[in-house]
């Protein structure tokens, strides 16, 4: 193989937690991960998190101050964690119209399971979509959510380039996302953690191990919170700012629409 070839194979390659698979195989490589473990998903999150994933969430819904007026997107959205916060946010009957949309069938259909046992009926659209060519028109949404998402895409420019184009002018872009970026002294045992003990209870609890690897590895390839922030600016968002969450395990990232 010549070096032209090399270098032609290297740029067409991405990162799928610390592996480097073509870019055109990523999307489905994600996808079934999340086809894998939709059913234990919560469950897992609970677990990993010792809750603590309820807070950021909390904190995104708060920070988001959802109105009845509002219709929200909220991108990979999977069993609806974020979707149900904010309606129990507007109340039963408080109006709003949210649309969850994720990338996986069986996230979606795990996320619908959860909304009929909890006799949710209306005010909750439910479908599969992809975050880079989302299924809607321009100036849709008011707001766009994406929770522990983003990192799994194949080309978040792309992604964030859709969120600018279905926000109407100043639409509300928040996303929630693990951060490389943890604070000194935590980094350490959060490691540990991470590459240790997780895997196992993946393994123990979801019957697969090596789906949480992936997902550990690839919050180590997300970008910084700051480098992440500049990107939302190049996608055409303006007021941009972050929060970063418990030690800087978690970042939670706000814009607006120009």
């Excluded at 194979?9 to 610390?18: H, I, K, N, Q, T």
């Excluded at 259909?109 to 479908?127: C, H, V």
């Excluded at 990107?231 to 700012?241: E, K, L, N, Q, T």
Aim: neutral net charge.
């Amino acid at each position: 193989m010549s070096t032209e070839d090399k270098e032609t194979d290297d740029a067409e390659a991405v990162d799928f937690g610390f592996k480097r698979v073509a870019a055109e195989a990523k999307a489905g490589l994600v996808r079934g991960v999340f086809e894998r473990v939709a059913r234990r998903y919560d469950v897992m999150n609970d677990v990993m998190s010792g809750g603590i994933h309820r807070v950021w969430k909390r904190e995104m819904v708060e920070w988001l101050r959802p109105t009845p007026a509002m219709t929200i997107v909220d991108v990979a959205g999977g069993t609806g964690d974020i979707a149900f916060r904010i309606r129990d946010r507007l109340g039963a009957d408080g109006g709003g119209h949210i649309v969850v949309c994720d990338a996986s069938q069986n996230m979606v259909e795990a996320g619908r399971d959860r909304a009929y046992d909890r006799g949710i009926l209306k005010g909750i659209e439910w479908l599969v979509g992809d975050a880079e060519r989302l299924p809607f028109k321009a100036r849709s949404f008011d707001a766009y959510t994406i929770a522990f998402g983003i990192r799994n895409l194949t080309r978040i420019e792309a992604a964030l380039g859709e969120a600018a184009r279905v926000l109407g002018p100043g639409g509300r872009f928040l996303c929630l996302e693990f951060s490389p970026d943890v604070m000194p002294g935590l980094d350490k045992l959060y490691d540990l953690y991470s590459f240790a003990v997780i895997p196992m209870m993946g393994a123990a609890i979801a019957k697969d191990a090596g789906s949480y690897r992936y997902l550990v590895e690839s919050i180590r390839r997300f970008p910084h919170p700051e480098r992440f922030a500049g990107m939302i600016r190049d996608a055409g968002f303006a007021g941009v700012s972050y929060r970063r969450l418990s030690g800087g395990i978690a970042a939670l990232h706000s814009a607006y629409r120009v």
